[in-house]
């Protein structure tokens, strides 16, 4: 099956530095990745998405000058949370969409990393 | 109003219990339904896909009604490693991929 990797698995940082999460797809190419957030005993919301090339689509009250994404290659998008702060302490999972074939439709999701803020 | 609301549970069984999980959401447009399985602090997992005309695959079944917009999962013979969050999921239509995660339900299942 599609593999889809992240890293780091976890960080903690201290408030007001940032942090860069990557994803990469490892056995596939993925046109569009996305980008959750889970806090403890609540669903997943999607931060945003993310196609090869062009500049992430970002879901309503997610600060895309706080949440910055690069999606520079197929295989590659990365999650930069700038001056972070406590209350982003959270599960980030990506995920990614195959770009043909069997896997077209569905999203593969990465391991998550959990980020800790002091 | 959440889009996509689940019975948080916890579902505490004995194994070889048969246990259901009901879902529902708001969204009408919305084409494609799915049951994921969460473990503690992993990443979620495709369970199955959910077809208007209901699916099983082994133990589990998916159902959808769309007139009343409810998904359910039924799990039979309920083993250990079911124990696990599962999430019910909605791609709305016209979405591009997106998915509407619901909170989850938690299943313990005990020996």
């Known amino acids: 099956g599609a593999v889809v990797s992240q890293h780091p698995s976890w960080v903690i940082c201290k408030s007001g530095t940032s942090v860069k999460i990557e994803c990469r797809s490892l056995?596939?190419?993925?046109?569009?990745m996305f980008w959750y957030r889970q806090f403890p005993k609540q669903s997943l919301m999607l931060m945003a998405t993310?196609?090869?090339?062009?500049?992430?689509?970002?879901e309503q009250g997610v600060e895309k000058d706080k949440f910055l994404i690069n999606h520079a290659s197929l295989t590659l998008s990365t999650l930069t949370v700038t001056s972070a702060h406590p209350e982003d302490s959270s599960f980030y999972i990506c995920?990614?969409?195959?770009?043909?074939?069997?896997?077209?439709?569905?999203?593969?999701f990465g391991p998550g990393t959990r980020l800790t803020v002091l | 109003r959440k889009e996509v609301e689940q019975d948080p549970g916890p579902f505490n069984v004995p194994e070889g219990a048969t246990v259901a999980f009901n879902c529902t959401y708001s969204?009408?447009?919305?084409?494609?339904f799915f049951w994921y399985r969460q473990d503690c602090r992993k990443e979620p997992k495709l369970l199955m896909s959910?077809?208007?005309s209901g699916n099983e695959d082994g133990r589990f079944t998916a159902q959808l009604n769309r007139a009343s917009q409810y998904i359910s999962l039924l799990i039979r013979d309920s083993k250990l490693s079911d124990s696990a969050t599962y999430l019910c999921?909605?791609?709305?239509?016209?979405?591009?991929?997106?998915?509407?995660f619901g909170a989850g339900t938690r299943l313990a299942v005990h020996p």
């Open positions: 995920s990614a969409r195959g770009l043909a074939g069997e896997s077209y439709n569905e999203q593969f």
């Open positions: 056995d596939f190419q993925a046109t569009t």
């Open positions: 993310s196609n090869e090339g062009s500049k992430a689509t970002y």
């Open positions: 969204n009408s447009a919305s084409q494609s």
């Open positions: 959910v077809y208007s």
């Open positions: 999921v909605s791609e709305p239509s016209g979405g591009y991929n997106k998915l509407i």
